[in-house]
Nanobody
Framework: QVQLVESGGGLVQAGGSLRLSCAASGRTFSSYAMGWFRQGLGKERERVAGIDWNGIVTYYADSVKGRFTISRDNGKNTLYLQMNSLKPEDTAVYYC????????????WGQGTQVTVSS
């Protein structure tokens, strides 16, 4: 089992950048595929980016391609999301999530961190 804690959210002007971090507890972080999700006010949760256990990026939502970069440091048990050229529509609560090998659904979720982009 793994526990996830996000950090790095905040208020930023359009065009700015933020880097989110997700610290994982436990010794099995390196065996989990990880992802970043977001949920805006009144919107459904959407997957933003995904990365395999070995650092191979598996997914970016079309809305963030070329602007966001997902990465992980298994030695530090940490997942990252570098967000550049932020837009007001990126405003949401961002969650990191993890799933074991072979799993389709994400089993473990953080509590979320708020990102607000002002125009």
């Amino acid at each position: 089992q793994v526990q996830l804690v996000e950090s790095g959210g905040g208020l930023v002007q359009a065009g700015g950048s933020l880097r989110l971090s997700c610290a994982a507890s436990g010794r099995t972080f390196s065996s989990y595929a990880m992802g970043w999700f977001r949920q805006g006010l009144g919107k459904e949760r959407e997957r933003v980016a995904g990365i395999d256990w070995n650092g191979i990026v598996t997914y970016y939502a079309d809305s963030v391609k070329g602007r966001f970069t997902i990465s992980r440091d298994n030695g530090k048990n940490t997942l990252y999301l570098q967000m550049n050229s932020l837009k007001p529509e990126d405003t949401a609560v961002y969650y990191c999530a993890g799933k074991g090998r072979g799993r389709v659904a994400y089993d473990y979720w953080g509590q979320g961190t708020q990102v607000t982009v002002s125009s």
